[in-house]
């Protein structure tokens, strides 16, 4: 059964107001934790989202070994739900490769596409599927009385027994927090397009409400930690549109001949820009091939933030000139569907060691996905390291329900700490890599994948 009606949910006067475990955001990583909850007999928990219905939203995810691993350790009974999904179309079958490729056409880096190949290498697949996939068959492993749309996070505070948060049902239709590229899309003022806030009571808040997180900026005013309340700008954005209007045929011919040469998709970069090159780092531009004369693309490049705002349907190709792509690239770029066309900035939750500790929790709250350490989508592993916290969570916050462990907040704190101590350093290098692996060999991209996906 799929809710997509907040009319047909359980009104708060209808259900109990206490609960073991509150998580806030029911993307993939909030929904995941509840399964891991759900599977292990947990049962006083509640999933909410400030979404008025789920509808399909967001693009494609990629969910590499580490993330597959994980969401077995969570459930493996959603772990195979999510396999049948993604292997419907024969995996089997060979699926080339995404290469990157210099302006010579020259490979760069190549990664296998083929299910089998990831399977051989690391004991888990590779599978892509759009986001509102993803979240639909997550959603289904999570009994339906358990999540309550249109229901949004204002703020929490600490209680005698617990954490009182405050939220709002069946407001204005808000805009989508895991989004990392819309700028603060939530407010913790009370807006006068909701009705009076209500208030749920909870032991343990999990906030997973994506990059833009209001349970992070609830648990961070007044602290140390307030400064990084909000998402930091990474110096890069992607500019694109899938697809762009037809190009010349000799453009489709020649772009297919140099840099495709039988693959879908091709990810180009000019490796030889001299040091003065005014953005430093090059960008790159992924093109799919869709077809005819059709092409989409985006356009991953550094912008100083304020050139965001100002970026529009022309900048495309205005960066591939500065950076010396080829006409027939530039001319791709120029024809941008003006109804399709998209600026995204991204933007980023560093965990450096440098930064307090600890980081990803207060007191009964704890952070998990997006909310603890978004970071740009180059090396596609948002979601994975978001599943990798719940492998982490789930288990540990079942046990510590089963024992009757929710009154005792040293256990609660030695809970957070061991998930943060066992977390950080890994995202500091998932982190790293997603920002500085743009100029690595092929050599050490493979040792750091091996790494990642063992």
């Not at 639909?136 to 954490?163: H, M, W, Y």
Request: charged share 20%; net charge negative.
């Amino acid at each position: 059964m799929l809710i997509t009606d907040p009319r047909s949910l359980p009104r708060y006067d209808d259900t109990p107001m206490n609960y073991d475990v509150l998580i806030v955001g029911a993307g993939p990583v909030g929904l995941s934790l509840a399964i891991g909850l759900q599977s292990r007999g947990a049962e006083n928990f509640l999933v909410i989202d400030q979404t008025r219905a789920f509808r399909p939203a967001g693009q494609m995810v990629d969910l590499l070994p580490n993330g597959l691993k994980a969401l077995g350790v969570i459930c493996p009974e959603t772990l195979a739900a999510l396999l049948a999904a993604g292997q419907k179309d024969s995996p089997t079958a060979p699926k080339g490769a995404w290469t990157r490729k210099n302006l010579q056409g020259a490979t760069i880096r190549s990664v296998s596409l083929d299910f089998e190949d990831w399977v051989r290498r690391y004991g888990a697949g590779r599978l892509s599927l759009p986001w509102f996939e993803l979240q639909t068959i997550l959603r289904q492993q999570v009994a339906p009385e358990k999540i309550r749309v249109n229901c949004r996070f204002l703020d929490c505070r600490p209680s005698p027994t617990g954490v009182l948060c405050q939220v709002q049902e069946n407001g204005a239709a808000a805009l989508n927090p895991f989004a990392h590229w819309e700028p603060n899309p939530i407010q913790t003022e009370q807006s006068s397009s909701f009705p009076t806030p209500v208030q749920i009571q909870a032991k343990l808040v999990v906030g997973a409400d994506g990059i833009h997180s209001a349970v992070r900026r609830a648990i961070y005013r007044g602290t140390p930690l307030e400064p990084w309340a909000q998402p930091q700008y990474s110096g890069w954005a992607g500019l694109g549109c899938l697809p762009a209007l037809p190009v010349a045929a000799a453009t489709a011919q020649t772009l297919r001949a140099e840099y495709f040469q039988g693959q879908r998709v091709v990810s180009l970069q000019n490796d030889r820009l001299p040091p003065t090159y005014p953005l430093g780092a090059s960008p790159r531009m992924v093109i799919i091939d869709q077809g005819e004369t059709r092409f989409g693309f985006l356009l991953q490049t550094p912008l100083p933030q304020g050139a965001c705002a100002d970026a529009g349907i022309e900048t495309p190709a205005q960066v591939l000139t500065s950076a010396g792509f080829p006409p027939d690239v530039i001319e791709l770029a120029q024809n941008a569907d003006p109804e399709r066309f998209f600026v995204r900035p991204y933007y980023q939750h560093l965990a450096g060691a440098d930064l307090p500790s600890p980081l990803w929790s207060q007191g009964r709250v704890v952070l998990a996905g997006d909310a603890a350490h978004g970071m740009p989508p180059f090396i596609a592993q948002g979601a994975n390291q978001g599943f990798e916290d719940g492998a982490v969570l789930a288990p540990a916050l079942a046990r510590l329900i089963a024992q009757g462990n929710l009154d005792h907040l040293d256990e609660i704190s030695a809970l957070f700490t061991d998930y943060e101590t066992r977390r950080r350093p890994r995202i500091q290098q998932v982190q790293q890599a997603t920002l500085e692996s743009d100029s690595w060999s092929q050599t050490r991209w493979q040792a750091f994948c091996d790494q990642i996906y063992e």
